[in-house]
């Protein structure tokens, strides 16, 4: 397949890896990501308040170990693992190892309990969390040329876009499983899931880590898929190719020996595809041109359901957040008269949690839960520790 040619022509994956994370890269600007665009995490400190919660049920249902991890992937500069840890109580605090895995350098002044890695840690128990790092993997860009046969989309400096050579082998394969599946078929059999696409709405992503080496991860569904008939999209129809994304998510949760994971981002499922895709760039808060010259974001929407192993499903942001305690009701009027300072401080509580399971926006984001090193069946499980904390009786899809 070509991936760089005379010109200097690259294919989409290796033009983002340089772009955000070379030398002189996106993600190595001095103001890091709050600087450009918000997350959950920087919308209100009740996200990482409902993550903390999260973390105190899994901590009972996994017997109270000690010590327990919380690992947040794409850390950024320590938002969410920092207010994750304030937001804790003391007995649970005492038992917490906090990591945060990143590439830039360590911020000045984070807490020094806050271990800062390159790579998730290995065989430890817990909560790993990934808030928006999937949609920074870099991917590989697919266009259907006048033939209809999917083709590489290859991209200079500036941005400018060529077809490059067919895609193939285990590429071809992800987008028949995942994309464009041949007519009269579905996507490979995967995790139970929504047929209604889960997408977010304005751009927020954090910082991204390098993936840990994919070999050492178990192959998500759909990756070893059987040739099938040949692809026929429509002329100029476009999808980002997931394969990198699946075998970072995989590697990932390879690195719990014991808990949940946790990747949340804006998505698609499968039935409900992008036809153009949806590669964009970010800057100062605003979309931009997909430019890969290190001066914007990259990013495109992740398919979570082809990330997903066994045992995994997708929830939206909204209903995770509402079964954790964030919903955005408004404080009883009689609270104004009896204790005026008491209501401003709700009411400003619930517009934040308002923004953060608006469906539209936030609350629109697709949320995969991953358990590692639990028994089989857990959706028909009676014990309520265990499904409370792998929020087990969240429903795929809430009605609006």
Known sequence: MERAAAGGWRGWREATEEALYGPSGFYRRPEGPAGHFRTSVHASPLFAGAVARLLCRLD?????????????????????VTGV???????????????????????????????????PPRGVTGLLFANEWLDNVPVDVAE????????????????????????????????????????????????????????????????????APAQEAPRPAGADGAPGAPLAPAEGA?????LPRDLAWASAVSTLDRGLAVAVDYAHLAGGRPPFG?????????????????SCDITAH?????????????????????????????????LASADPAAYVRALAGAGQAAELTAPDGLGGFGWLLQPVGFPDGLLDS?????RDALLVDVPDHEEQ
């Open 144 to 211: 259907a040329g006048p033939d209809g046969v999917p083709r590489l989309v290859l991209v200079r400096g500036d941005g400018t876009e060529r077809l490059g050579e067919p895609v193939s082998g285990e590429d071809a394969r992800w987008l028949r499983n995942w994309w464009w599946p041949p007519a009269g078929t579905g996507p490979a059999p995967g995790p139970r899931q929504d047929p209604t696409p889960v997408q977010g709405g304005p751009r927020s992503p954090g910082a991204r880590p390098d993936p």
């Open 238 to 242: 476009r999808a980002e190719i997931g």
């Open 302 to 334: 992740v398919a979570l359901d082809a990330c997903a192993l066994p045992g995994g499903r997708v929830v939206t942001q909204r209903a995770a957040l509402r079964a954790l305690g964030v919903s955005g009701a408004r404080p009883p009027l009689a």
């Open 85 to 119: 840890l304030a937001a804790l109580p003391a007995e649970v605090t005492a038992r917490v190892r906090g990591y945060a895995v990143e590439r830039a350098d360590r911020p000045d002044g984070l807490d020094e309990r806050i271990s800062w890695l390159a790579e």
């Open 382 to 386: 009676p014990d309520a520790v265990l």
């Open 60 to 80: 009972a249902a996994l017997g109270h170990p000690d010590p327990l991890a919380f690992v947040d992937m794409a850390a950024g500069r320590g938002e969410l």
């Open 278 to 294: 949806t590669l964009t760039g970010f800057r100062e808060g605003r979309e931009t041109a997909p430019v890969p010259d290190g």
